[in-house]
Nanobody, 113 residues
Framework: VQLVESGGGLVEPGGSLRLTCVAS????????MAWFRQAPGKEREFVAA???????SYNEFAKGRFVITRSSTKNTVYLQMITLKPEDTAVYYC????????WGQGTQVTVSA
């Protein structure tokens, strides 16, 4: 199984980004998929998840600003982020909601003026 995240970058506070995660070697639709993030010096934390049924859940800080979606046909999960804040700066990763696969390299999101 390989998870490849992309779409990160440098953005000013209030800006937006759309992250993409493509999975290979796994039947995506069988799993709830999730985004996690890890800021410097902090532990990895849950951001959002989407079930095979399409149901979603979010960490409190993501509610109202982040939206997780998926395309089972493309084996891809997305994270649309708006109104970004400096505290959103982190490396963002995707995985199953239980972190069941080897972590990819992630994609760096930096929110700074």
């Amino acid at each position: 199984v390989q998870l490849v995240e992309s779409g990160g970058g440098l953005v000013e506070p209030g800006g937006s980004l759309r992250l993409t995660c493509v999975a290979s070697g796994v039947t995506f639709s069988n799993y709830a998929m999730a985004w996690f993030r890890q800021a410097p010096g902090k532990e990895r934390e849950f951001v959002a998840a989407i079930a095979w049924s399409g149901g979603t859940s979010y960490n409190e800080f993501a509610k109202g600003r982040f939206v997780i979606t998926r395309s089972s046909t493309k084996n891809t999960v997305y994270l649309q982020m708006i109104t970004l804040k400096p505290e959103d700066t982190a490396v963002y990763y995707c995985n199953t909601d239980s972190g069941g696969y080897a972590w990819g390299q992630g994609t760096q999101v930096t929110v700074s003026a």
